[in-house]
């Protein structure tokens, strides 16, 4: 088989690797379809450490499955499926309680040195699969994993309906944070980009309003669209001091910011806006495989339509040149590898 192999600081080949058999608890599955993540791309550039070569990056995907491990008796060849994408003990404090990806035994494909799906075939526990319809792509089912994190942080804002709620950012993670945002019944969805094309984005995937910053006065247009009584809910999906304090300056006194961006180690906020106007600032990370498998079923009902998110397609091999472009990946959003056959 064949696998875009990481060497090292932005040195990706496309080569023949050994090939992946199944454990008696796991499955082989026909990869059809990865995404590829922010993180990809830091770890191909050697930003955090987490992708130690040589190995295989990918755990956005989906595929059909070739070969069933011996012990396996709910899937069978031919099953389309994706996969939460890390193993886990099962035993732990954090697995009992149903927050596997926080296993201190966890191991994530694509991740550290553990293989994942830039490649022909990827082998993975039975346990962590779950099927798509035929009526999703392979493509929108390799975007369940992002889902399933904007999933968790618009959990983390509680009950959204009537609630006016900005989002600061449309890349992947805020278009998807729109998108289940918009499942709740909000009064008025405002997103914030510096990007008009995927500002456009947000559009068709149901933002009310949108504003460029640096065209407009974002702070007039929430007010005048609220009656002036500001934000409910703001979520930030960037990660930097600007998208920051943007999510925290038009909120209501009480409000609630969700943070998932993950931009930059550190940013310089006002803390006694946040005391005195009794703000809540909320961390989200990750998801559950709880929320991974409601992620999956958002994309099943059809409740969720993914299709403004992929910017391209492109056959596997041409990762090595799409990784070097997604370095500054100016108007793209989700660039999908597809299967070489």
């Known amino acids: 088989m064949r696998g875009l192999v990481y060497h090292g600081e932005e040195v990706l080949k496309w080569e023949v690797v050994e090939d992946v058999l199944p454990a008696a608890h ?10 590829i993540c922010g993180s990809d791309i830091h770890g191909y550039q050697g930003i955090t450490g987490r992708r130690i070569p040589p190995m295989i990056m990918g755990h956005e995907f989906s595929g059909v499955i070739s070969e069933v491990g011996s012990d396996v008796d709910n899937l069978k060849t031919g099953d389309r499926v994706t996969a939460f994408p890390m193993d886990f003990c099962g035993d732990c404090p ?27 075939y990827l082998c993975v526990p039975a346990k962590v699969c779950y099927k798509i ?12 994993e992002p889902l399933a994190v904007a999933l968790r942080g618009v959990k983390h804002a509680g009950d959204l309906e009537g609630k006016n709620v900005l989002i600061v950012g449309s890349g992947t993670i805020g278009l998807m944070l729109l998108a289940c945002v918009k499942t ?9 980009d510096l990007s008009n094309s995927r500002l456009e984005a947000a559009k068709l995937m149901g933002a009310d309003v949108t504003v460029n910053p640096s065209e407009a006065d974002l702070g007039e247009v929430i007010l005048a669209h609220t009656e002036s009584h500001g934000l409910d809910v703001s979520f930030e999906a960037v990660g930097i001091t600007p998208a920051c304090v943007q999510s925290l300056k038009y909120l209501r006194i009480g409000g609630t910011a969700v943070w998932l961006g993950q931009g930059e180690k550190t940013v310089e906020i006002g803390m006694l806006d946040i005391v005195t106007r009794e703000l809540q600032v909320v961390g989200s990370f990750t998801y559950s495989l709880d929320e991974f498998e409601d992620a999956v079923e958002l994309l099943n009902s059809g409740t969720i339509d993914v299709s403004s998110i992929i910017s391209k397609e492109v056959p596997m091999h041409q990762g090595p040149q799409w990784f070097e472009r997604l370095k500054k990946p100016e108007e793209l959003i989700k660039i999908i ?3 070489e056959e």
Do not use: M, W, Y
Request: charged share 20%.
């Open 337 to 339: 590898l597809t299967s």
């Open 94 to 120: 954090s697995c009992r309680k149903g927050e596997v990806q926080f296993c201190p035994a966890k191991k994530q494909f694509g991740v550290l040195t553990t293989n994942g799906a830039f490649a022909d």
């Open 184 to 192: 709740q019944n909000p009064a008025t969805v405002f997103v914030s």
């Open 133 to 144: 319809r035929d009526t999703v792509s392979h493509s929108a089912g390799a975007t369940v």
């Open 26 to 35: 796991e499955v082989k599955i026909k990869v059809k379809a990865a995404g």
